[in-house]
């Protein structure tokens, strides 16, 4: 198991700490339900640390990229984001990812923590083309501060205006006293805040910043479990339960980010899926009674008939009712549609709802 540069910090704050994607990582502090309030509401932190970042450069880097994932890359400017999937072979997705273009003919790639290997030996097993790829992510560290207060509680700890980043921007700048670090304009809450990359070696400094510079703003750390619930409100994809090697991205509602001006791996069969129209859709549900959907449970029509499977669910804090997401056959997938999900042999009633969720 591995630790993340803040690890002793988690422990020394009385964090539960569980195994996730073989590191050791805080999943609550004082509880689910207060700590994503906190994101709502104010400002929190998570380290996120576990992620995994890729450095590719070159006078390739481009075509690579545009090689293996699904989103136009060529369109991105140094300083901005861009959130992709690298599809495979066979109609699924290998990971998604967001790829910051950090100067011209050099990219980061940001990938989630259980994927770091397979998706360096996909890229690699794809670079023909004399790319320059660096696995940076033992050396980095990611703090995700998130929350409506966000730019006011941080601005005091850069001479850059962070409230001129716009959504899906980035800077490299000053943060707490450290040069060179990445503030992206990111996140996976839905409210607000930025994403910090910084060496391993200044991630303790800047934790402590942090949080003396957020300390009149309500700050605190947060688990990996609210960012579950608070990205779940959000309706934002979660890879190994909404999307796998066996989901497409245009099942999951992902085709704002499958763009078939350009080849890319397995895009004509992709293509011809567009064309051809899906038979089954990644939906959002509610439940239309006090109950909780989970992860695998079955999802089935008024007489009782197996439709599809929920792939994430749990009971809204910000909402206090049952939510989900699930694959549905395309006759079940229209807004208001009635279906149910079977929770322990009793099928409960849930309406097919508009992401996301949450509304500010």
């Known amino acids: 198991m591995k630790n993340t540069a803040l690890t002793h910090i988690h422990e020394s704050l009385g964090a539960k700490m569980l195994p996730f994607a073989g590191y050791n990582m805080p999943i609550t502090y004082e509880g689910i339900n207060a700590e994503h309030e906190t994101v709502r509401k104010d400002v929190g932190v998570f380290d996120v640390s576990h992620m995994g970042e890729f450095l590719l450069s070159g006078p390739n880097a481009l075509a690579l990229i545009q090689k293996v994932t699904s989103n136009d890359a060529s369109v991105l400017t140094v300083g901005r984001a861009q959130y992709s999937c690298l599809p495979n072979n066979d109609g699924g997705v290998v990971d998604d990812l967001i790829i910051y273009k950090m100067k011209e003919e050099e990219y980061l790639l940001v990938v989630n923590a259980s994927n770091i290997e397979k998706d360096w030996n996909w890229i690699s097993s794809h670079n023909d083309l004399g790319v320059d790829m660096k696995d940076l992510s033992e050396e980095y560290s990611l703090l995700a501060i998130q929350g409506p207060k966000a730019v006011e509680a941080m601005q005091a700890l850069s001479s850059i205006d962070l409230s001129a980043i716009k959504y899906y921007h980035f800077e490299v700048a000053d943060f707490a006293g450290i040069d060179n670090v990445i503030i992206s304009a990111t996140g996976y809450t839905g409210s607000g805040g930025f994403e910090i990359y910084c060496k391993n070696s200044d991630a303790e400094v800047i934790w402590n910043k942090v949080f003396e510079a957020g300390a009149a703003f309500g700050i605190k750390p947060i688990g990996l479990a609210a ?16 999307i796998s090697d066996t989901t497409s991205p245009l099942e999951a509602g992902l085709g704002w980010i ?13 293509k011809k899926q567009k064309e051809a129209g899906v038979t089954r859709k990644l939906v959002a549900f509610e439940m239309q009674e006090r109950a909780v959907p989970r992860h695998d449970y079955e999802i089935v029509d008024a007489s009782g008939n197996v439709i599809g499977i929920v792939t994430s669910g749990t009971m809204s804090p910000s909402m206090n009712k049952g939510i989900g997401l699930g694959y549905v056959t395309m006759d079940n997938s229209a ?26």
Do not use: H, Q, W
């Not at 409100?233 to 190994?240: A, D, P, Q, T």
């Open 335 to 360: 807004l208001e549609s009635d279906i149910y999900i079977r929770i322990r042999k009793k099928d409960v009633a849930a309406k097919v709802v508009k992401l996301p969720f949450y509304k500010k």
């Open 227 to 242: 960012r579950d619930t608070l990205r779940l409100e959000m309706g934002f994809c979660l890879y190994g339960n909404d």
């Open 258 to 270: 499958t763009k078939f001006t350009k080849e890319f791996t397995n895009s004509e069969n992709l």
